[in-house]
Structure formats: C-alpha cells, structure tokens
C-alpha cells in the first residue's frame, strides 16, 4: 500500500515555538505610536495586551517553550495530518510529489485555535477577564470563542456586518462557545456610532471591526485586545505546523522544494514556512510562495511603507505592504484574505526575497477546490484554495519540463461553513473582479509619510 497519510503520535508534538526573528537577516522596522511616531514600547501595549504576549512580540529567542496547559489543549487536535496527495499527482498526471498539512482537523476547522488557545492562557494568567476581538467570516471569532470557553473568559466578538447577516453557522458556533456576537459597525463604540453616522447601511469591513474591538478592549477594564493573525507572537505561535511538517517529512525521507500557503494577514504561511525559512537562512534550496487573492493583491502590488491595521488608526504604525487602511476590497468568498496588508515578518521576508508571492482569481481559485475535492476527498475553505490553485499550477510546470519536484502546502481549513461559495460557483455566479487599482492607489495617497 502507498503511504498516504503520516501522522505523529502525541509525545511527538513540538513543545517548543520557533522564533524566526533569531534567524531572520533583517528584522522588521518597529511598530511606531500613532500620535508620536516613536517606537512604541511595552507600557503602550499593555493596556490591550498581556506581558507575555508582548514579551513574545519583540522576543529575539529562537525556541520559546509552549506551555503545559497549552499542550494539553493542542493535544485535542494535535499533532495534524499530513497527506501525501497521490489522486491529486495522479489526476493532474505531474511527476510532482504534492504533500499537504491538514489543519481542518482543530474543532473549529482551520489553524486559528493554534493561537487563540495560547492568548487566552496568557490573558488568563494575567488576571484578564474579558477579551474583545473582530471577525470577518467568523474563523477567527470561533477560534477565540472556542478558546475564551476553555479558560472560562468572556469574549466578545465584533463580527463585520456583511458575514453576521450573510453566515449565520460561524456567529451560532460562536455563541453555542458563550461569546457575545454583534455586527459591525456596531452602537457600541465611537468607531461604530461615527461609521453609522456617516451611512446607516455600513456593510462593515475588518479594518473598522478592528477598531471597534481595539476601543472596546482600551477603555474597559479587565479587557483586552486579540487578534487573529499579522502580529509577531501569532506567526510564532503557528509555528507548530511547520515544525510537525518536518518531522512528518522526514518521517517519509522527503523535503520539499517548494512550500505554499495563501495568505491573508500571513499566519498559516508563517506557521507552514517559518521553521524552514530557517533552513533556507542556512543555505537550503527551499522555495515558499504566498498566494493571495487578485482582487486584494497585498505583497505583490502593495508599497512597502507604515501604516495603520484599522480604519480609525487606532493601532500602531506598523511596517507592512499595504493597499492602505481604508481600502476595501472587493466581496470574494474568501473573507479571511481581504485584509489590507500583511504581517510585518512575512512582509520583511518577502521584502528580502526569502519568500515568493503570487495572485490569482477567484473563479480559477474554485475550480482548484473542486479538482481537489474531487480527487483528495476534503473540501477546502476557500481561502485554502488559493495556496491549491497555486500548488497545482507549480505541478502542472513540474509536468511540462519533466522535473520531479516535492511540494508542500498547508491545508488551513475545510470549507464546510463555506458552501455558499461553492453553490456560487457550481451556478456559474461568481465573477471575477478586475484589479482594484484606482482605488488602491486612492488609499495610498492618504497614508502619513514619515
Ligand atoms: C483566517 C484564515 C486564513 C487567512 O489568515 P492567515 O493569517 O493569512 O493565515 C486562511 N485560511 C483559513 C482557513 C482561515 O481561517
């Protein structure tokens, strides 16, 4: 029989997180405050963060230890899968041997708990009682309500307007978790009252919902502030499935050439690709390709520059491609990758060429899901299938000039919350929207120059 799926056992699991900021040849600019433009220090943080996860934020140690209760949570899902995909090579007809981690296993069907799980530990050791935080499509709120129910925090969840209207299985998996769910903009705060001022019908964004969380988690107490992705300690945290990845690789005697992962705020690929970016540093010949989506083209027709991650400007400056904070991409099903920039460490990366992006279409991006669906059984979130069209152009290569490449991919979620998208493209209703660029370019030309 093939090998098709490798698994690790449970003493196997990675108990320590990799931090590439030891490793990295240019570490990212710091994160500036946005009224002095100076460096922002750990007092500026704390009052929506814990020190811990600040600690971690600007930590240069390479291995950071994950603790015990973390573990034992982890250790519900954890270690995943990897799968080699021997229908998928068989059906494309490449001599690519194509491999994929399987993150849809965690119980709310994507990577994100491989975070929430440890902010909420911090938060919780450090006497925080409440967490505020936003989601778009609803991955992230799970992942927090999920993880605010295990630590007994309450959470609330400022979900973007469009989503709470149009996604109603996330907001209740939310809620049957104990967070409080309410459509953004919201009455809530100052954010949402002035968003609603200016148009009663505000269709929501993530950058606005960020907002509202963030003011929510600075002026009350015992609340603080999560997110999802971009930030430094949430790239650390993913880490864990690069680090399963290769000792699963191994396991089978391979290493990839080529490592892809779509990216929306840069998590899930920093989670696949940090740990061998590493190897990278010291010589390997690895590639790592992000893929994103054209309608929200970040690394790959953004400007490299400071600037907010909300709407109100809020937060810090931090250093990032961006398409402007007040951009707002087009509607594609793929929710979790219409934010406006990029983490900081996969955007110094990219900057200094150790990583790969490429855009795609949506319409082009399904039918990957479905040749995967198809073949590989899973149906994958549609933010998946972003990294999946991008696997399969760089096997159907593999094809045409006879090389037998190894490819890696993390499957970040399943789709099965998702299925709207699919009905949309099986009726022939999805579109495909041109590049934004007139617009990109307008929310550019509104950002602070330093
Ligand atoms: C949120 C999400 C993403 C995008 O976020 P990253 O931080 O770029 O990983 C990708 N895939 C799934 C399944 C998600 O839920």
Not at 46 to 75: C, G, K, N
Not at 314 to 340: E, N, Q, S, V
Not at 422 to 442: C, F, N, R, V
Request: hydrophobic share 35%; charged share 20%.
């Amino acid at each position: 029989m093939k090998e098709t799926k490798i698994t690790l056992s449970e003493k196997e699991m990675p108990t320590r997180w990799y931090n590439i900021m030891a490793d990295m040849p240019n570490l990212p600019k710091p994160p500036l405050h946005p009224g002095t433009k100076q460096p922002v220090g750990p007092e500026d943080l704390s009052a929506i963060f814990p020190m811990a996860l600040i600690e971690q934020e600007v930590s240069q140690e390479r291995w950071i230890d994950i603790p015990e209760e973390v573990l034992e949570i982890y250790s519900l899902w954890r270690p995943s899968p990897l799968y080699r995909a021997h229908r998928l090579e068989k059906a494309l007809g490449t001599p690519a041997k194509i491999y994929y981690k399987y993150e849809g296993v965690s119980p709310t069907g994507s990577h994100k708990p491989n975070t929430s799980i440890p902010q909420a530990y911090y938060n919780k050791q450090a006497g925080i009682k409440r967490i505020a935080t936003e989601t778009g499509a609803g991955q992230w709120g799970s992942s927090m309500a999920l993880a605010g129910n295990l630590f007994g925090l309450d959470v609330t969840v400022y979900m973007v307007k469009v989503s709470y209207d149009q996604k109603p299985y996330r907001r209740i998996t939310m809620e049957t978790w104990g967070a409080s769910v309410h459509a953004s903009p919201s009455e809530l705060t100052q954010a949402g009252k002035k968003a609603l001022e200016a148009d009663p019908n505000n269709p929501g964004s993530l950058g606005l919902a960020i907002s509202e969380a963030v003011e929510d988690a600075a002026t009350k107490d015992e609340t603080n502030y999560s997110l999802g992705s971009v930030l430094n300690h949430v790239c650390l945290h993913q880490t864990v499935i690069g680090l399963e990845a290769q000792k699963q690789m191994e396991m089978v005697g391979d290493y990839p050439d080529i490592i892809i992962g779509c990216c929306g705020g840069g998590s899930n690929l920093a989670g696949i690709g940090f740990p061998y970016i590493r190897d990278k540093i010291s010589g390997k010949d690895v590639r790592v390709i992000a893929v994103e989506p054209s309608s929200c083209p970040t690394l790959t027709k953004g400007e490299f520059r400071y600037d907010f991650g909300d709407v109100a400007g809020l937060t810090p400056f931090l250093m990032m491609y961006t398409l402007g904070h007040d951009f707002i991409p087009p509607g594609i099903h793929a929710g979790g990758l219409r934010y406006h920039a990029d983490a900081p460490l996969v955007c110094q990366l990219y900057h200094d060429g150790l990583i790969e992006a490429k855009a795609y279409h949506q319409t082009g991006v399904f039918e990957a899901a479905l040749q995967f669906a198809r073949t590989e059984a899973i149906i994958p979130a549609p933010e998946t299938a972003h990294a999946i069209r991008g696997v399969i152009d760089e096997a159907l290569l593999c094809k045409e000039e006879g090389k037998e490449k190894t490819i890696l991919f993390n499957l970040s979620g399943h789709g099965y919350l998702d299925l709207q998208a699919y009905a949309d493209y099986m009726d022939g209703k999805l579109s495909d929207y041109e590049y934004p660029e007139e617009k990109i370019k307008d929310a550019l030309s509104k950002l602070p120059t330093f």
